[in-house]
Structures are given as structure tokens and as C-alpha cells.
């Protein structure tokens, strides 16, 4: 029987129709433009055929276009509730709040598929927009986003098409999975699938490079701005998840070593890598291949996340189980598009000859390192994450968990640290190591005076977790100390130190708030995870739990009836040792009625640094008709605070670099001497 709309929104109804199949059109169109993007960008390379290229990036240009309006077609009707959309009916309801609306557009494997398209293609028209580029090394890279362009859409056309159309529309949507509705993981996707896809760039720019046989410094110059784009994003995108993960989920922690975890981490160290190893090559000349190669790898492991994430091989509170047969296929993508750049790696590279040469003790050697352990630590989150789908396809069952990681990553990046305050103050070529370490003095006295404190001060004494915090505070100091080094502090007037100050190109202050937000990251995880106190009670109301130097006492569970949910709503006062109220709790437990699923809404008290983290667990109903009880789950995070704001620092130290104007003169001095 077909579905009979109520008259008051017949013609609401048929707008939102004609809006789902204009919205299929724009795909299919974006599929074909992308095809044209391909064959006029290459086609107008071969031929030296400057109007065959423009006509190419007008391509890509037009495919953006149509994604975008796919995708704003998709938004509607998540906000007109269209559920003859399958999408929408199996990911919105008409009593969810609007923003979750919105964000339910991207919440479904095939939303995330459109704005993974969505951010590729506009990626794909600030390359063909772009000014700077040799016509030449533009065409092939258009050409690249192109051939990535059409791989994706064609996935998401013929196997996982977002706005697809059912029969027999429902009355009512099943809903977004309640773990989804939250501000910040509504959030959390467009700034990951931003970062994640935009190291497409600087992967079809390593292969138009390696085609036309210049891996340059003026090529790696070209690189920099885009990897450092894609870096910053994907930095703020893993942090909006982790917070997400920390109040959200109620599991008491920020990082857990989940599969999809390690799925975005991946990119992002290889992005890092990419970073440092692109300054190399366009200071020295050197390292060209190296740095072709983590190009082409980190945005292999950004597909390669895609993969894990939505094929249905892994399990997890943020993975997307779906149809392997689709898996499949993104393998196959995955395998084309990193099976053709690693070939033509494998074909061009050894014909690439470093220009130049450097001592061990440089500026370059110490940017080798640290390429060097930001590979192996890739290597073994790789390793840990897919071993246990290794060992299940032999049949066996296995996997590695945190003490894994810990115990492998943790000394790795240790070391690292311990080298990286040393490489911005050597010399390019042949450095100082006695000079830069006298340089360093005070901050290592600093570092080794904190460590020193928090084991003599702190109890339990724990050595290990005082070492990280040195080694934060040693990159902060450290930081710093290249700061004053290079305004030639206590060595000039103050005067002429702050006139150098000021003078300071942006991209060395994006640097170093960059390396000082690694410092207070480390410190916050080294100490919240040594000093945190947890404890889990089951109490009545009346009922009080000690946690640490607090006192909470339950003063009252009460039904609570949500927009979307029921909850049982708890107000847990929470005192110090003299007695004063230091914040009132109120932790729920919600039941959504669509679905029926339960999840916790954490209470977090703020008290400095520190987090007071308290979860409403399930009811315990006595025998006898006497009063129930609840499970309370309580920690205390110290320093958590820093956990999140270091990498915030980070980000906005790569924002800061990025505004640097240089990138854009010198690549315009480049450019001049190339032509």
C-alpha cells in the first residue's frame, strides 16, 4: 500500500521528493565532471595545452559544486524529517533537536562517505584555484584529485549512495545512535575528515612530482602549506574525539588504544613526520624521496582508517558495521589508489639524488631522527591495531591492548622528546652539539628540578610518570629557550631583544607554541595517568563515598523526562576535607525511548586542573522491598585539563605557521627562478 501523506504536509513532502533525486543527479553529474577533471587535466599536460588544463581545473571545480549541493540536498532532509530518504529514516526522528539533525547527515556510513567526497572535492578546487604551482606539476595534480575523486564517488554512487530512496517510506525515523548526540562529535567529524582528506593533496602532488621528475625544494615549499593545513585539522579533530570519548562514553579516561583511535593516529604521525621531513628538503635539498614516500603514505593511512572503520572488520563504540561486501570494495580503492603511488615511489625514486650532505651533529640529523621514531611508533600502532584481524583470519582469536602500546610507544616518543628542544637551536649542515647544550642548560635544570619535586613531593613516589613530567616541562622551557635564543636574550639591550621579538617570522612562533603544547600534553597524560584516584560504591540515597580528600554523599535520584529520552537523574553533593561544598553533581542515566538504548551522562566537577568525574551506573533493587541502590562510578583526574589544551596549542601553533607569508613569497620567488 503506498503511503498516504497528511494533507498539511503534502507539498512539503513533494519538495523534499524532487530535492533527494536532484540531489542524485549533482552525484552522478560530479562523478562524470570528475572523469572530465582526469582526461583534460592529463590529456592537457601531455600536449603542452594550456586551455585543456584550465578546462580541467573548471572540472574540478564544477564536481565540487555538485558535491556540495548533493550534500546540502542531504541536509534538507535530515531537517524536513524526509523519510522516504533511507538514510534518514535509519539515522533521525522528528523529536531529535536540530543540531542533531544536522550532524545525523554525516553521523550513517554513507553521510560520512559524502563529506569525505564533499571535503575532497573542495580540496580538489583550492588546487585547481591555487597560484603558485608550475602549470605542469597543477595539471598532474588536478589530474590525481581527479582520479581520487572518481574512485570515491563512484563508491558512493554504486554501492553506498547516501540519499537513496525507499519504496515504502516509514512514518516515523529509527533515530542516530544516542552516543552520536553530542555537540562535540558533532563537530568531531568535519574537523577529522578535513584533516584526513586534506593529506590527499600532498599525496597527488607527491605523484605529479614523481611523474614529472622534480622532487624539489620548491616542491617541497608547495607541499608544506597543505600537510600543515591537513596536520592542524586532524590534530583538532582527534582532540574534539577524545574529549568526546572522556565525558561522553563514561568509561573514565580520554585514550583507550581503540581501533579507530589508532585509526586516526596513524595519518597523523606520518603527517607529523611528513612536516619536519618536508623542511629538510626544501632548506637542504635533502631527504626528497623520504619525504615523497610519507606523502603518498599518510594519506594511505587515512584511507586505510576509512577501511577499518566502515568495512565491518572492527568492533567499536565509533565504528560503522556495514555491509563487507562494501569493505571490500573500499578495499579495492584502497589497494588501486596506494598500489599506483607506492609503484610509480617504487619506479622514480631511485633515479632521485639528495643535493647536499650533513654531519651527524645538524639541524638535519636531528629532523632524521625524529622522522625515524615517528615511523617506528606508526609501525607499531599499525602492527598492534591490525594483528587481531591477522590472527582472525588464520582462525586463531588474540589482540594487544594498552600495556602493548605503552610499553613500546611510550620510551620511543621519550627519546624523541629528549631530542627535539636540540634540533631548532643546530646549525643546518654541521651544528654545535656544546654550544646548543649550553644553551639548553637552564631548561634542563628546570626540567630535572621538576621531576625531582614530584618525587619528593608527591605521594605514591612514582619515577616513571616523574620522568614525563619532566620531559613536559623540558619541552617547554626547551621551547622557549629557542625563543630567547633567537631574540639574542641576555645578551643584547632589552630593547633590541624585543625589537627581535617582534620581528620573528610567524611560522617560528607557530613552531614553537607548537612544541610547547606537545610539552603540556605530555605533562597532563603523564600526570593524570600516575595519580589518578578512582573509586566504584554501590549506595543508596543518603548513602556517601570517599574519593581521594573528597566526600560525595547521594542526596537524591529523581525521573527526569529529556527531549528524546527518560533519565534517572542523580544530585550528588560533593564536599571537601573541612567540609565545604565543592560542586553539586548531577550525573543521569538515559533511556532512549527510539531504540530503547541507555547511556550515561557524566558529571564533571572542574577544580583547577583537576577533574572531579563522577557516572550514574544502573540500579541495584534490593530483595525485601527495601530501597534501591545505584552503582557510582567516581574518579579524580589530576592535571586532565592539559591533557586537551596541549593539543589545542598545537593546532593553533600550525594555524599560526600557516598564516606565515613567506610560504607564499618564497613560492613566488620559486616560481620566477623556475621560469
Known amino acids: 500500500m503506498a503511503r498516504r501523506w497528511p494533507s498539511a504536509g503534502v507539498q512539503r513532502a513533494k519538495a523534499s521528493v524532487?530535492?533527494?533525486?536532484?540531489?542524485?543527479?549533482?552525484?552522478?553529474?560530479?562523478?562524470?565532471?570528475?572523469?572530465?577533471q582526469i582526461v583534460l587535466a592529463a590529456v592537457g599536460r601531455g600536449r603542452r595545452n594550456a586551455v585543456l588544463t584550465g578546462a580541467g581545473e573548471g572540472a574540478a571545480l564544477a564536481a565540487f559544486a555538485c558535491v556540495a549541493t548533493a550534500f546540502g540536498c542531504l541536509i534538507w532532509a535530515f531537517l524536513s524529517s524526509d523519510f522516504s530518504v533511507s538514510n534518514v529514516a535509519e539515522n533521525s526522528h522528528t523529536e531529535k533537536p536540530l543540531i542533531y539533525k544536522i550532524a545525523g547527515a554525516w553521523g550513517s556510513h554513507e553521510g560520512s562517505m559524502l563529506l569525505w567526497c564533499f571535503a575532497l572535492t573542495g580540496y580538489g578546487a583550492a588546487v585547481a584555484r591555487s597560484r603558485g604551482l608550475p602549470w605542469s606539476l597543477k595539471a598532474l595534480t588536478v589530474a590525481t584529485q581527479g582520479?581520487?575523486?572518481?574512485?570515491?564517488?563512484?563508491?558512493?554512487?554504486?554501492?553506498?549512495?547516501?540519499?537513496?530512496?525507499l519504496a515504502d517510506a516509514p512514518i516515523e525515523g529509527r533515530s542516530l545512535n544516542p552516543l552520536l548526540q553530542d555537540p562535540a562529535l558533532a563537530a568531531h567529524p568535519p574537523f577529522l575528515y578535513a584533516g584526513y582528506v586534506g593529506l590527499s593533496v600532498v599525496f597527488s602532488l607527491a605523484v605529479a612530482a614523481l611523474i614529472e621528475g622534480?622532487?624539489?625544494?620548491?616542491?617541497?615549499?608547495?607541499?608544506?602549506?597543505?600537510?600543515?593545513?591537513?596536520?592542524?585539522?586532524?590534530?583538532?579533530?582527534?582532540?574534539?574525539?577524545?574529549?568526546?570519548?572522556?565525558?561522553?562514553?563514561?568509561?573514565?579516561?580520554?585514550?583507550?588504544?581503540?581501533?579507530?583511535?589508532?585509526?586516526?593516529?596513524?595519518?597523523?604521525?606520518?603527517?607529523?613526520?611528513?612536516?619536519?621531513?618536508?623542511?629538510?628538503?626544501?632548506?637542504?635539498?635533502?631527504?626528497?624521496?623520504?619525504?615523497?614516500?610519507?606523502?603518498?603514505?599518510?594519506?594511505?593511512?587515512?584511507?586505510?582508517?576509512?577501511?577499518?572503520?566502515?568495512?565491518?572488520?572492527?568492533?567499536?563504540?565509533?565504528?560503522?558495521?556495514?555491509?563487507?561486501?562494501?569493505?571490500?570494495?573500499?578495499?579495492?580503492?584502497?589497494?588501486?589508489?596506494?598500489?599506483?603511488?607506492?609503484?610509480?615511489?617504487?619506479?622514480?625514486?631511485?633515479?632521485?639524488?639528495?643535493?647536499?650532505?650533513?654531519?651527524?651533529?645538524?639541524?638535519?640529523?636531528?629532523?632524521?631522527?625524529?622522522?625515524?621514531?615517528?615511523?617506528?611508533?606508526?609501525?607499531t600502532v599499525l602492527a598492534g591495531t591490525l594483528w587481531p584481524l591477522i590472527l582472525d583470519a588464520l582462525g586463531q582469536q588474540g589482540g594487544v591492548g594498552a600495556p602493548y602500546y605503552n610499553r613500546v610507544v611510550g620510551p620511543l616518543m621519550a627519546v624523541a622528546f629528549l631530542i627535539l628542544p636540540a634540533g631548532p637551536l643546530l646549525a643546518w649542515k654541521r651544528g654545535d652539539?656544546?654550544?646548543?647544550?649550553?644553551?639548553?642548560?637552564?631548561?634542563?635544570?628546570?626540567?630535572?628540578?621538576?621531576?625531582?619535586?614530584?618525587?619528593?613531593?608527591?605521594?605514591?613516589?612514582?619515577?616513571?610518570?616523574?620522568?614525563?613530567?619532566?620531559?613536559?616541562?623540558?619541552?617547554?622551557?626547551?621551547?622557549?629557550?629557542?625563543?630567547?635564543?633567537?631574540?639574542?636574550?641576555?645578551?643584547?639591550?632589552?630593547?633590541?631583544?624585543?625589537?627581535?621579538?617582534?620581528?620573528?617570522?610567524?611560522?617560528?612562533?607557530?613552531?614553537?607554541?607548537?612544541?610547547?603544547?606537545?610539552?603540556?600534553?605530555?605533562?597532563?597524560?603523564?600526570?593524570?595517568?600516575?595519580?589518578?584516584?578512582?573509586?566504584?560504591?554501590?549506595?543508596?540515597?543518603?548513602?556517601?563515598?570517599?574519593?581521594?580528600?573528597?566526600?560525595?554523599?547521594?542526596?537524591?535520584?529523581?525521573?527526569?523526562?529529556?527531549?528524546n529520552y527518560d533519565a534517572e537523574h542523580a544530585a550528588i553533593r560533593v564536599t571537601d576535607p573541612s567540609g565545604a561544598v565543592v560542586c553539586l553533581a548531577t550525573p543521569e542515566r538515559r533511556t532512549f525511548a527510539t531504540g530503547g538504548q541507555t547511556t550515561s551522562n557524566v558529571a564533571i566537577c572542574p577544580k583547577g586542573l583537576d577533574d572531579i568525574y563522577i557516572v550514574l551506573g544502573e540500579r541495584r533493587v534490593a530483595t525485601g522491598g527495601s530501597a534501591s541502590s545505584w552503582l557510582i562510578r567516581s574518579y579524580i583526574h589530576p592535571w586532565v585539563r592539559l591533557i586537551f589544551l596541549g593539543p589545542l596549542l598545537m593546532a593553533l601553533g600550525g594555524a599560526f605557521s600557516l598564516s606565515d607569508r613567506r610560504l607564499r613569497l618564497a613560492a613566488a620567488r620559486r616560481r620566477e627562478a623556475v621560469a
Not at 524532487?18 to 572530465?36: D, H, I, M, N, P
Not at 582520479?147 to 530512496?165: E, K, Q
Open 214 to 379: 622534480r622532487l624539489d625544494a620548491a616542491w617541497a615549499r608547495w607541499v608544506r602549506p597543505w600537510a600543515l593545513a591537513a596536520w592542524a585539522l586532524l590534530t583538532v579533530g582527534i582532540t574534539l574525539g577524545s574529549f568526546w570519548a572522556y565525558y561522553e562514553l563514561g568509561w573514565g579516561g580520554w585514550w583507550f588504544w581503540d581501533p579507530v583511535e589508532n585509526a586516526s593516529l596513524m595519518p597523523w604521525l606520518a603527517a607529523t613526520a611528513l612536516l619536519h621531513s618536508a623542511v629538510v628538503t626544501e632548506k637542504r635539498g635533502a631527504l626528497a624521496a623520504w619525504t615523497a614516500f610519507l606523502a603518498i603514505s599518510a594519506f594511505t593511512l587515512s584511507m586505510l582508517g576509512a577501511f577499518l572503520v566502515r568495512s565491518g572488520v572492527l568492533t567499536s563504540v565509533h565504528a560503522f558495521a556495514v555491509d563487507p561486501k562494501r569493505g571490500i570494495l573500499l578495499l579495492g580503492i584502497l589497494g588501486l589508489a596506494a598500489g599506483a603511488g607506492f609503484g610509480l615511489f617504487a619506479w622514480r625514486a631511485p633515479l632521485l639524488k639528495d643535493q647536499s650532505a650533513f654531519a651527524p651533529i645538524s639541524r638535519e640529523s636531528a629532523l632524521v631522527f625524529n622522522n625515524i621514531v615517528l615511523a617506528a611508533v606508526t609501525f
Open 18 to 36: 524532487v530535492t533527494a533525486e536532484f540531489g542524485q543527479f549533482a552525484l552522478a553529474l560530479a562523478l562524470c565532471l570528475s572523469l572530465a
Open 433 to 563: 652539539a656544546l654550544g646548543v647544550a649550553q644553551r639548553l642548560g637552564f631548561a634542563a635544570a628546570v626540567a630535572v628540578l621538576s621531576g625531582v619535586a614530584m618525587i619528593a613531593l608527591i605521594e605514591p613516589r612514582k619515577a616513571v610518570a616523574s620522568l614525563g613530567v619532566a620531559i613536559g616541562v623540558w619541552l617547554i622551557t626547551g621551547s622557549l629557550a629557542e625563543i630567547v635564543e633567537r631574540a639574542h636574550g641576555f645578551r643584547v639591550p632589552a630593547g633590541e631583544s624585543l625589537r627581535r621579538l617582534k620581528g620573528l617570522p610567524r611560522g617560528a612562533w607557530g613552531m614553537s607554541l607548537a612544541h610547547v603544547g606537545l610539552g603540556v600534553f605530555v605533562m597532563g597524560a603523564a600526570f593524570e595517568g600516575a595519580w589518578k584516584i578512582e573509586s566504584t560504591q554501590v549506595i543508596g540515597v543518603g548513602g556517601h563515598v570517599q574519593l581521594g580528600a573528597y566526600h560525595l554523599t547521594l542526596d537524591s535520584v529523581t525521573d527526569r523526562l529529556g527531549r
Open 147 to 165: 582520479a581520487l575523486g572518481v574512485l570515491f564517488i563512484g563508491y558512493m554512487v554504486f554501492a553506498s549512495n547516501p540519499l537513496f530512496r
